[in-house]
Antibody
């Protein structure tokens, strides 16, 4: 079964760190670019970060640059998002997502169910 | 960075109505434009990519058009199950920004 399953969300204090994981199954994970997208409850979608199939290219949104790092372990079929110096405005559901075909410039078609991160004291 | 805008931010229409949503990029993105549908409480669903190509399984009442900076999503005959928020996304290069969304509900 082709799927993405996020984990690692929870409640964290401002300034602290959290690492999200996205476990991929049912497809050749190492062939695909992967994305993180977030959504503040009741608000719109915000693209967060992207990583190429082999991890050699990465890019993050300005809102998280210098604080969040996307990475992957192709041997474990897992995508990560290391989130440091968390702020209240980082509170959101975080989705991992995969395009339909390999390549950098493709929209995501396969989405996980999301994991909720709440930044609050 | 290229900024994505959408109009209107929300609309109400009757079943059977033709609905049009506009997405604009602040710079040209060729046809690297996707449309997503997000029903309440659900994960986003890809409807259209390459500005006008219907994703497999998406009803033919959905269509997309445009190139460069101006794009349109059209629902030819609105159905009750189309109540959702619709987002455009650019994917020519990073950052792969989304538009702010258009909420569609029934009149």
């Amino acid at each position: 079964q082709v799927q993405l399953v996020e984990s690692g969300g929870g409640v964290v204090q401002p300034g602290r760190s959290l690492r999200l994981s996205c476990a991929a199954s049912g497809f050749t994970f190492s062939s695909f670019t992967m994305h993180w997208v977030r959504q503040t409850p009741g608000k719109g979608l915000e693209w967060v970060a992207v990583i190429s199939y082999d991890g050699s290219n990465r890019y993050s949104a300005d809102s998280v640059k210098g604080r969040f790092t996307i990475s992957r372990d192709n041997s474990e079929n897992t995508l990560f998002l290391q989130m440091n110096s968390l702020r209240a405005e980082d509170t959101a559901v975080y989705y991992c997502a995969r395009p339909n075909t390999s390549g950098w410039s493709q929209p995501p078609v396969l989405w996980g169910q999301g994991t909720l991160v709440t930044v609050s004291s | 960075d290229i900024r994505m805008t959408q109009s209107p931010s929300s609309l109400s229409a009757s079943v059977g109505d033709r609905v049009t949503i506009t997405c604009r990029a602040s710079q040209g993105i060729s046809n690297y434009l996707a449309w997503f549908q997000q029903m309440p409480g659900k994960v986003p669903k890809l409807l259209i990519y390459a500005a006008s190509t219907l994703q497999s399984g998406v009803p033919s009442r959905f269509s997309g058009s445009g190139s460069g900076t101006d794009f349109t999503l059209t629902i030819s005959s609105l159905q009750p199950e189309d109540v959702a928020t619709y987002y455009c996304q650019k994917y020519n290069s990073a950052p792969f920004s989304f538009g702010p969304g258009t909420k569609v509900d029934l009149k």
